[in-house]
């Protein structure tokens, strides 16, 4: 879903880690189905992915606000939820400008001490593909975009976030690289060019995991169902992606979670992809939008959840979307509370570092970054503070749904 504009806090913190490198709103279920000439082949009886209840819950979290107002949320959000665990940290780089990709230092370094007071956390970072992301650029001009990211032109910046990452303390960080690719909203969007789209995903993730000590895992995260493009023709390789996610609102108006599951690209069109590829599934993005107050979505939705190979998943928790920082969903959130209360989450396991891509890729020749100016960074509340650690940056705006309809994320 949409992003909305961030003004950032001007700072350069840890340079000396990079001083040497440089969804639209979706189609209705009618024009779904017209459109679907690419959709899977009927599966008639083949077997399903096995649905079994796992020893524990998967990791969970909920994205609740921006930068500094997030972190001290998820805590009390936990104390909601009756103590409940939740391991899960999500948020997103704004893509106004490469500065943004390349990861604001004391927003990284926030994080990482969120991250790092507890080894059973996990980060998930929203990672744009191109700038600026949510600027309307025409097809013509993504397609040129996505085929200078191929040949290696933005490699820099991506070097630059992913040394930050690992100095930081962020190395073990899901990266939902380009999300939402099969729609409309972002100029990271795949259906332009599918074939430069996905040479660019696998340069990205070449060069990122070229950094020492990464072990970085990446969540090819479409939308649920037929958007543009069906998201199968965006998967860049199995080689390069870690999970298969899939951000999955309640909508269109009208329809069902069995609609949800059974429709073209859909969860359990996911789910048998993912099998297929060996890799877990995961839902970064979910809840509530085009049918109101629904108890029988949420309910169905953390089921499924559950009873599948789930990596993570995180609510997105705003009006009209969530539960906690929300009035509007009295039942939903009852029956949230209900199922989500108390739990004690899920044993910390540590990936692997991941193998390098088939096709090695050599990064382009950095630019010098100009001289920094170091801030003081923010601290959080209950975690021990970055060194020199005396103020915060301005607070970011609180998320909105946009005009359109479409949730904004800050």
């Known amino acids: 879903m949409r992003i909305g504009r961030l003004t950032l806090a001007a700072a350069t913190l840890l340079l000396m880690a990079t001083a ?41 979290g909920a994205f609740v606000g921006s930068w500094d107002k997030y972190i001290p949320q998820i805590g009390k959000y936990s104390q909601w939820l009756g103590n ?36 059973s956390r996990l980060l998930v970072l929203g990672v744009p593909m191109l700038v600026p992301n949510e600027a309307d650029v025409p097809d013509g001009e993504v397609a040129r975009l ?50 430069a789209w996905k040479a660019y995903w696998r340069r990205i993730v070449g060069v990122m995991r070229s950094v020492p000590g990464q072990r970085f895992r990446f969540d090819f995260a479409p939308t649920r169902g037929l958007d543009a493009i069906p998201w199968t023709k965006c998967y860049p390789g199995d080689d390069v992606v870690d999970i298969i996610g899939m951000d999955s609102y309640d909508q269109p108006a009208g329809s069902t979670f069995d609609d949800f599951v059974r429709e073209p690209y859909g969860l359990q069109d996911q789910v048998e992809f993912a099998v297929k590829h060996g890799k877990p599934v995961s839902y970064p993005e979910w809840g509530l939008f085009r ?34 920082q929300c009035r509007s969903n009295p039942r939903s959130t009852a029956v949230f509370k209900q199922l989500m ?64 309809g479409t949730p904004s994320r800050r």
């Not at 939740?86 to 991250?115: C, F, I, K």
């Not at 107050?293 to 599948?308: F, K, L, Q, S």
Request: net charge neutral.
């Open 84 to 119: 409940a665990n939740m391991q899960v940290g999500h948020t997103y780089l704004a893509g106004n400008g490469w500065a943004d990709v390349e990861g604001e230092p004391v927003v990284l370094g926030m994080w990482s001490q969120w991250r790092l007071a507890d080894p």
């Open 291 to 324: 049918n109101g107050d629904n108890p029988e979505y949420v309910r169905r939705m953390v089921d499924w959840m559950r009873t599948h190979d789930t990596a993570y998943q995180t609510v997105t928790d705003y009006c009209p979307h969530g539960f906690f």
């Open 146 to 195: 996505l085929g200078q990211g191929a040949r290696g032109d933005f490699d820099s910046h991506f070097l630059r976030l992913a040394r930050r990452l690992v100095a930081l303390g962020g190395a073990n960080t899901v990266i939902t690289l380009g999300w939402e690719m099969n729609g409309v909203t972002y100029t990271h969007r795949c259906k332009p060019d599918p074939s």
């Open 20 to 60: 040497s490198v440089p969804a639209g709103t979706p189609l209705s279920q009618t024009e779904r189905h017209t459109l679907s000439s690419d959709a899977f082949e009927p599966r008639g009886t083949a077997p399903r992915p096995p649905v079994q209840r796992p020893k524990h819950e998967p990791p969970f």
């Open 341 to 404: 209360s108390g739990s004690p989450g899920a044993p910390l396991v540590l990936p692997t570092a991941p193998p390098a891509p088939i096709v090695p890729v050599a990064p382009s020749a950095p630019t010098a970054p100009a001289t920094p100016t170091v801030p003081t960074p923010p601290t959080v509340p209950g975690l021990p503070a970055l060194p020199g650690a005396t103020a915060s940056p301005s607070a970011a705006a609180s998320p909105s749904p946009s005009a359109a």
